[in-house]
């Protein structure tokens, strides 16, 4: 609803930028990159995959002659059956990491949004609440005079610009835990080919662990637009004795202290994860 006021105004599309993105956030979250932007993108990544799976194949025997050579101390010790199966068995569960790398990823991916959602539902959210402000502060702005709302465009530009440079600072760190899903589903077939062989098998967990760890990026931001659902609900004090201007200035100091915390906790979400997980 226009009230008519630029002041009103501009914080009210501050606020509606600052809600858009969070509902966007809600749904990248929420989404699989299968279904990222229609599809075409997922289409593109897994053709990519498939690619590198003969490059893959070709790394696998590279790795299991080299964990052979390294592992074994003469020819002889190849030939004993319990380590001649061993060996085999290793080869077989490589390659199938390899075919199947798509399947395995997914399958983590589906784990951690199983997660998500299991948060969503314990907190009793379908969607985050929205900044609104308050009605004490659009009737003390309305009934200022012209020179007494001089100052409150002022505060009004600086307050709507933070709140602005925040929600796309936020939306970016959302789309980059994206674009790094994208990046590892299509190089999967490569490091992953390092299971073939025992000294080179490192490499294959690494991949797997910092994979998991972007996956559970999401888990990191649905709780942390979660606690700000719980600050939004219960919005920044308004002193209906002060003057406009004091007002205006106190409701968007706290409220962008609190948008920061949230943008805080969305940027820190891989570093959290990989602390988390020991990476």
Known sequence: MESGNWVIENLNSALGTWNEKLVEIWQLVTQSPTEFRGGGIWHVIANIHGALQAVGLALLVLFFVIGVVKTCGSFAEVKKPEHALKLFIRF?????????????MMALFTIAQGIISTIMGGAGLGTTSQAVLPQAIVKAVEECSFLASIPLWAVTIIGSLF????????????????????????????????????????????????????CLEGVIIILACVIFSAFASAPPVVDDSASAVTMVWSYIGELI?????????????????????GL
């Open 257 to 277: 202290f609190n948008m920061l915390i949230l943008v805080g906790a969305v940027k820190m979400a891989d570093r959290v994860v990989r602390e988390m997980m």
């Open 92 to 104: 077989a569960l490589a390659k199938g990491v390899v075919t199947y790398g798509l399947e395995l």
């Open 163 to 214: 709140i602005t440079v925040l929600s796309f600072i936020m939306i970016l760190s959302v789309y980059g835990r994206f674009f790094k899903i994208f990046l590892y589903t299509a190089i999967a077939p490569v490091p992953l080919a390092s299971f073939a062989g025992e000294p080179s098998q490192s490499i294959g967990k690494a991949f797997l662990k910092s994979y998991a760890a972007v």
